[in-house]
């Protein structure tokens, strides 16, 4: 089980939004690539990059510091003598030269969320594109699945939506409560299970974790094919250990994700 440190990006600067709501913006760091650096020197073996202006705006908006971050990784791995630390990033990601860039620049991976829904050809195009290189964000709310940084409702059932993308090839797919999101209410376990057990591609857990007993209950159901969780304010404010919950989670799972 991967904990992955989200590291949102809002005016170059580091911060933790309350349900998406951009008014409700904490900044925890005017220093991205130093942010990043302080969570792989806490054990972190993935990042999980989103650019908010990029959501809000529909195209990148703060690629400036994502570079930073990037070769402030890179060096880390070369120091390190790690072959990989993969860096995952979404929001604003509307067209294929975008993602052909940030792959390039050195992103593993690249979430799609509003853009999958709303134009699930450009999706299919992605997923042939980039093979291998493209997860889908799923963000939703009584089963629901919203768009546009979360202001909208569409009628889409998450399920349902999944299953078609599996079927495009997506790596992946990152589920967010969004009710539960910065809130550190919890997560959604039952609704994150139901929806592992809908599709043969991994699960990447978002939204509410608040503590340990978090991180220990998603290790608890793993094996339904949830690969990892991504954390947030729980980390920026101290309810989360990231280093003694990663431990604790490869004491759980075996180390499968080490």
């Known amino acids: 089980m991967l904990l992955i440190p989200a590291i949102d990006l809002k005016d170059g600067h580091c911060v933790r939004l ?3 709501d951009m008014d409700l913006a904490t900044v ?3 220093d991205p ?3 990043a650096l302080h969570w792989l020197k806490k054990g972190a073996r993935r990042l999980h990059l989103v650019d908010l202006n990029g959501a809000f705006a529909g195209k990148p908006k703060n690629e400036e510091a994502i570079k930073s971050i990037l ?5 880390y791995a070369e120091e390190n003598g790690i072959d990989e630390i993969p860096v995952q990033l979404g929001g604003g990601v509307r067209d294929l030269d975008t993602i052909e860039r940030y792959l390039d620049a ?3 991976y690249i979430i799609v969320g509003t853009a999958a829904v709303k134009n699930p050809g450009f999706l299919h195009d992605a ?5 291998g290189h493209i997860i889908v964000g799923l963000d939703a709310k009584d089963g629901k699945v919203a768009t546009d940084g979360w202001s ?6 998450v399920i349902d939506l999944a299953k078609k993308f599996e079927g495009y090839g997506v790596e992946s797919i990152i589920y967010t409560d969004i009710g539960r999101d910065g809130m550190m209410g919890g997560v959604n376990i039952d609704a994150t299970v139901k929806l592992a057990q809908a599709v043969r591609i991994p699960i990447i857990a978002s939204g509410g974790v608040h503590n340990l007993a978090d991180v220990e209950a998603l290790c608890a159901v793993q094996d339904e094919g949830i690969e990892g969780v991504i954390c947030g304010r729980s980390i920026y404010e101290g309810t989360l250990d990231l280093a003694s919950a990663q431990e604790r989670a490869d004491e759980l799972t075996e180390g499968a994700d080490a």
């Open 18 to 20: 309350k349900q998406g």
């Open 28 to 30: 925890f760091s005017e």
């Open 33 to 35: 690539a130093d942010m």
């Open 71 to 75: 070769t402030a990784v890179q060096d």
């Open 106 to 108: 050195g992103i593993s």
């Open 127 to 131: 997923c042939g594109a980039f093979p």
């Open 152 to 157: 909208k409702m569409s009628g889409h059932e």
